[in-house]
């Protein structure tokens, strides 16, 4: 069974940066694409940065330039490097893997979620 599991999240102030892991366990056949999402208090759960199987990477409007997505293969991992934090991005950060497995199925699975705070 795949997992996925986060670390990273934490309390931090306006300006300041954090980093998000995530790593994925178990049996991959192909990686399609991991992504971070976050779900601020009151408001649903959206895409905050995507990463495909090419290396080919799509940001919400609200993180362009600030955050940077990137993976090491080797250790089925994704990084979300945050800068410039502001009070907004106060939410939870959740890992989403969409893969193949080998019996040839096109699957998703979450991680539990990591709370990250921004405020003085």
């Known amino acids: 069974q795949v997992q996925l599991v986060e670390s990273g999240g934490g309390k931090v102030q306006p300006g300041g940066s954090l980093r998000l892991s995530c790593a994925a366990s178990?049996?991959?056949?192909?990686?399609?694409?991991m992504g971070w999402y976050h779900q601020p208090p009151g408001k649903q759960r959206e895409l905050v940065a995507r990463i495909f199987s090419d290396d080919t990477t799509n940001y919400a409007d609200s993180v362009k330039g600030r955050f940077t997505i990137s993976r090491d293969n080797a250790k089925n991992t994704v990084l979300l490097q945050m800068n410039s934090l502001k009070p907004e991005d106060t939410a939870v950060y959740y890992c989403?893997?969409?893969?193949?497995?080998?019996?040839?199925?096109?699957?998703?699975?979450w991680g539990q979620g990591t709370l990250v705070t921004v405020s003085s």
């Open positions: 989403k893997l969409e893969y193949n497995d080998y019996r040839g199925r096109y699957l998703e699975v």
């Open positions: 178990g049996r991959i056949l192909t990686m399609y694409s």
